[in-house]
């Protein structure tokens, strides 16, 4: 009777241990889940996006010229949501599918596509998705300051404007890492835009790896040395 009740006591160790191993087998998986990851990359996105507002509305207030009308706001949304009036597309229809980020001037609204945002701060974090969501803030500058540039340059100068104002939350960035974040736009050219290497120049001159302030004839200057090259 022993023998056998001894051997319940071992059998019955078994099962919590086992119990014990699936819940940590489960927690570990879970850590690696995309589902998981995607939440905590959402949460990380967020709080880096609500510190940038917070700094950006109180440049904003600051400025002579831009404090005659409120700052922007800004709102996150799912790629594929649908905007209805206010910030029509190309096509001018009132109801926008939204599908990468972007600023109405006709509400005066930064919408940032999360999935683009994920994007952007899996391969650069931080300095990476302050990029995406700077460049949206400064045509909202322009839009105050009434820079109104031709295309490209519009795009142009708004990508040297983004990464000027990049590198105030991003400052003892390498140069290494500079060189590198410079880069981050090199294959995203369009007619709209600009080429690749124009975007590059911008951004160079913005994290001021080249010489420039961002003014636009400088971005002019970018464009057609290349040009001439």
Known sequence: MKIKIECLKKKDKYPSFINKAYSLIFLIASLFNPSYASKEFDKEIRSNVEMFYSVFSDYWRSD????????????????GSTVLGGCYG??????????????CAATNTILLDIEQLRDFYKVHKAPGLLFVTAHEAAHAVQQGKS????????????????????????????????????????????ETHGHGLDRTAAIEMGLGLIKGNCRPLEIYEITSREKID
């Open 147 to 190: 820079y109104f540039l031709k295309e490209p340059f519009h795009e142009l100068h708004a990508d040297c404007l983004a990464s000027r104002i990049m590198k105030v939350f991003e400052p003892n960035m390498t140069e290494n890492e500079l060189k590198f974040l410079s880069k981050l736009l090199i294959n995203s050219g369009s």
């Open 64 to 79: 002579k010229t831009l404090n005659k009308n409120r700052p922007p706001q800004i709102i996150i949304l799912n790629r």
């Open 90 to 103: 190309k096509d001018k229809k009132k109801n926008h599918v939204f599908s990468g980020s972007q600023y």
